[in-house]
């Protein structure tokens, strides 16, 4: 009987993966999903390594937690560099490796990138954020219950290793600008190395550059805003920081610090670095200028 099960089962899988429409069908969703999935890999491997950093050099600070520090400012600053730069690299054969809206929202605006893809790859990074703060938060969660005080007390005082927040003395025009600037750094690099009429260096470099490039900016303009520079790499872990128990303040801080400085700031940012870009440097056809 099973004998007779078994080859029942392998030529029902032949007579499967012998029927077209069925292969047509599975490989049309999986080509549909492959790059979206890649944004959405990219960004939790980036929130893995960089919510991890922070809660490791926070975390640690407290004896029951850690016999002794465990980092400081520089290590979160590697921590983030080495999170996008193996994001990216995992997700650069597959998707165009955004893994930022205001990338994708920018690229889509200026280098002509299809907007019928926005929304879906929009929404796979934020999701990469939401699943890489909830991997880290069940790798710390006993940690924090120490930091806090208690099992299941969720304060602000932790709430940073997964949203970024301004520092106290810090205006909100003030918060806006320097997240403005760091993106605009950021996607300024991002459109020189992928210009080729410039001298970029090998795509297989490219994520290291990336690595540089937030390892400059998190260490120079870096202290006062948490660097956010990316809307999934905020609002993501926020979201998961909502929905395990952290107070209103996540979203209620300054104003609706998460719109302003936390999404609206990086887009603006983008936008501006390669309208800047385009405007003195860019040589090639596909811009927006091109067009008007």
Excluded at 78 to 90: E, H, K, P, R
């Amino acid at each position: 009987m099973s004998q007779a099960h078994s080859q029942m089962s392998t030529a029902h899988l032949r007579e499967t993966s012998n029927d077209p429409s069925r292969q047509s069908t599975l490989h049309r969703y999986r080509e549909m999903l492959r790059e979206p999935f890649a944004e959405f890999l990219g960004v939790a491997i980036l929130i893995i390594f960089g919510a991890g950093v922070n809660c490791q050099v926070l975390l640690s600070s407290v004896s029951g937690v850690s016999s002794s520090p465990k980092g400081d400012y520089l290590a979160v600053s590697f921590g983030w560099a080495v999170g996008l730069c193996l994001g990216v690299w995992v997700s650069s054969g597959i998707s165009p490796a955004h893994i930022n809206p205001a990338v994708t929202l920018a690229m889509a605006t200026w280098r002509g990138f299809p907007w019928k893809k926005v929304p879906g790859f929009i929404f796979a990074q934020t999701l990469g954020g939401f699943i890489g703060a909830a991997i880290i938060y069940a790798n710390y969660f006993h940690a924090i219950d120490i930091f806090e005080g208690g099992a299941g007390i969720r304060t602000m005082k932790t709430a940073g290793v997964f949203g970024a927040y301004a520092i106290d003395y810090l205006t909100d025009v003030s918060a806006f600008f320097s997240e403005v600037l760091g993106t605009a750094i950021l996607v300024l690099v991002i459109v020189a190395l992928t210009d080729k009429k410039s001298t970029a260096p090998p795509p297989a470099l490219f994520p290291l550059v990336i690595f540089l490039v937030i390892l400059g900016i998190s260490s120079s303009l870096g202290m006062q805003t948490g660097f956010s520079l990316n809307p999934a790499r905020d609002f993501g872990p926020r979201l998961l920081s909502a929905a395990v128990g952290y107070p209103r303040t996540v979203f209620s801080f300054r104003h609706q610090y998460w719109l302003h400085t936390g999404i609206v700031a990086p887009l603006l940012g983008a936008q501006l670095a390669v309208a800047l870009y385009d405007v003195f440097l860019y040589k090639q056809g596909d811009s927006l200028l091109s067009q008007v």
